[in-house]
DNA sequence: CAAATATTCAATTAACTTATTGAATAGTTG
DNA sequence: CAACTATTCAATAAGTTAATTGAATATTTG
């Protein structure tokens, strides 16, 4: 095989691959699978899509092996293929938050409405964590944090946050947390949070950043 | 704004990112960028594309500000926006080379038809440096080597490999290495280097992955 | 300022992608 | 094994993307 062509056909692989990342519901399906594994009709549910066009896009994340499956009952389970499919989103949307000025208007907005406008790092949460006054708050649903979590985290699932803050001292300092940077339940608990009078903020990331650098804890 | 209007817009905005490194010129075109700039003339050479469709790819990639672009006399040069472009399109090239069967296939194909079957990786590269019987053999053209090559790397340019072989020491090991993992010069320097009864094997990666995590000597 | 050169633009055609709808399939449960 | 359920498939229409061609633009050089 000659040069062009062996170049050809390694570029178009790629650009097949990537294709089949660059699609809005793809992205927000892998976002989701990087919680863990979950059926068509959970996929569609969470990402208000029909079933039939969530198991088309699923077909093609599988197409290209970014997503693989396994039978559970009368469900089928998807999951992604391995660390380097999250891994490749987490870049290319540090890559969009850098230069797209209207991704950072956007989540700045967002936030802004949400008065969360001050995130914190994974890298500050290493240093606050140390204080005795800071309590990191998981807002994710009570299975998902039982799969995982960040070590030394409470569980306060979003839609129970109301309805339990008075167990929350106020006197403390708190750093929510959820699915990831796009994720919107961390806003909402700080929203809530800083209405009720609590110093709140959330984290930047969220649990798969994590786990991809750091080591977790589960309920077992 | 609410959650669903929010979540779109950011999926669609990064898909859109995406979409526009989703395409196997384009992709030919960021990892040529990755050397340094270039003018559109240049790149349409390299790349074996039209000026035009050249012309139109890199509007493509301005548009989604992968690419910045400065005027030099007659020519207009272009260059990556920044290092995270680099990076992301070394991650999805990683993710490839792992989860596409076919991709390995090819590359692999390639390689044992030019005797370059067991590259070293740039670990493997540090330590072999150490030893004195190792020598680091730049194959880029003599611009590019001078712009930034790897510390204690010689250059001699693929092109003139046939003709300079007598200045190299046959009983020396060489490692050659060039643009990256899908560049071919390293691997007909090595294809040229085992015929003429050197010991040689090339790079798994290039220069700018050596450039992303250590330091470059230039010539000035 | 005219000629030359590098690059971009515009229009066209062919190919591909997405969402929707409704039907088909393949397992599981009673 | 019949009924049920979750998922996939197939067909369609609307929208998007890519390569080609030739013309237009903008800058430099003589």
Not at 36 to 51: D, K, L, N
């Amino acid at each position: 095989m000659d040069k062009r062509a062996f170049k050809d056909k390694v570029y178009t692989l790629s650009a097949k691959l990537i294709q089949a990342m660059a699609n809005p519901r793809r992205l927000e399906i892998i976002d989701l699978l990087g919680q863990g594994e979950r059926s068509v009709e959970e996929i569609a549910r969470e990402t208000a899509m029909s079933v039939a066009n969530t198991s088309q896009h699923l077909q093609v994340l599988k197409q290209s092996n970014l997503v693989q499956l396994r039978r559970d009952g009368n469900f089928i389970r998807y999951r992604l293929a391995n660390d380097k499919v999250y891994q490749s989103w987490q870049d290319l949307r540090m890559m969009g938050m850098e230069s797209l000025a209207e991704m950072d208007r956007l989540i700045t907005d967002f936030r802004r409405q949400k008065n969360s406008l001050h995130p914190v790092t994974l890298e500050d949460l290493l240093v606050r964590m140390r204080s005795k006054n800071t309590i990191l708050l998981d807002v994710r649903p009570e299975g998902e944090f039982q799969a995982g979590h960040i070590p030394r985290a409470i569980n306060v699932p979003i839609d129970q946050l109301a309805s339990r803050i008075r167990e929350l001292d106020k006197s403390m300092e708190y750093i929510a947390y959820c699915r990831g940077p796009f994720c919107v339940f961390a806003d909402e608990a700080v929203e809530l949070l800083v209405k009720k009078g609590f110093k709140a903020s959330r984290l930047e990331e969220g649990f798969p950043d994590w786990k991809l650098r750091f080591p977790v804890e589960d309920v077992s």
